[in-house]
């Protein structure tokens, strides 16, 4: 006998009936992308979904003198080509263009991106750590702004009953830059990603992704370029400096072992230091 599955989709014109769904069970449905390959991880697709593809705004990119705003459900193909050529943000884009294959990026969106809590290697989220962003969340109680650092820290109880509206950027950053290391067996995924940004104080801050099931900012080599004397440091300072810095745990994985996305690391933050320093140099 087959079994006979009934579905709900809510398409919702407004934040209230959005949560309104959500506080009944409803999955947020958007580019889909990661929703619809639950059965081949062993999930069950859920019964009850709500869409915010008609709530204004979502889908918009405010680009601004002194900050960039960026719609939830604003697509990978659109943020990047948004975003190509504009000084400080040049990380964000080159995550977005590069991020799992074209067909992907027309339909995957930001808030997908960054609010999949099993998806440990989402390419917006180092770039978004290392320019510092924040993102606005909606729920009963109003409009809140979070650090992309405590979203991410409090993610799962922020998303209980509030829904990502927008990413706020400001446009304070000198440069930026970003590298991710693919592997064939890994398909679409990246294995580890190191983003990198200049701060008005000139500092650089460092994020690092799908090396560990978080991304997070990597604290004790911003320290260490920090403190390094003289100007800047080159991109084999960087590389030395990231060796003596390591305190990452690698997650393992079906494409590769904990210990691999571990090693690159070094490799991959000299590349980004590089590609950091190139871009300063051209303006």
Known sequence: MSEHLQ???????????ALAARRQGAAILAGGTWLMRDPRRGHALPDALVSLHKIAGLTSIHIETDRVTIGAAVTHDALARSLAGISGLEALAEAASGA???AIRRVATVGGNLCTQEFAAADLLPPLLAVEAEVELHGDQGAM????????????RLLADAILVRVIINR??????????????AGDYPVAI??????PDGRVLVAVGSVEHLARRWLSLEHALAT???????????????????DFQGRDGQETDGWYRRQVL???VRRCMAALLKTEATR
Do not use: Q, W
């Open 100 to 102: 799992a294959n074209p």
């Open 172 to 185: 304070d950053s000198a440069g930026s830059a970003h590298v991710r290391l693919p592997l064939r067996r």
């Open 266 to 268: 070094p490799a991959l």
């Open 228 to 246: 390094e004397p003289g100007r800047s440091p080159d991109a084999e300072t960087a590389y030395n400096l990231a060796i003596g810095c390591n």
């Open 145 to 156: 702004l979070v650090p992309m650092v405590s979203f991410l820290t409090d993610r799962k």
């Open 7 to 17: 579905r709900s989709l809510t398409v919702a014109g407004s934040f209230e009936e």
């Open 194 to 199: 190191v983003s990198m940004a200049r701060r």
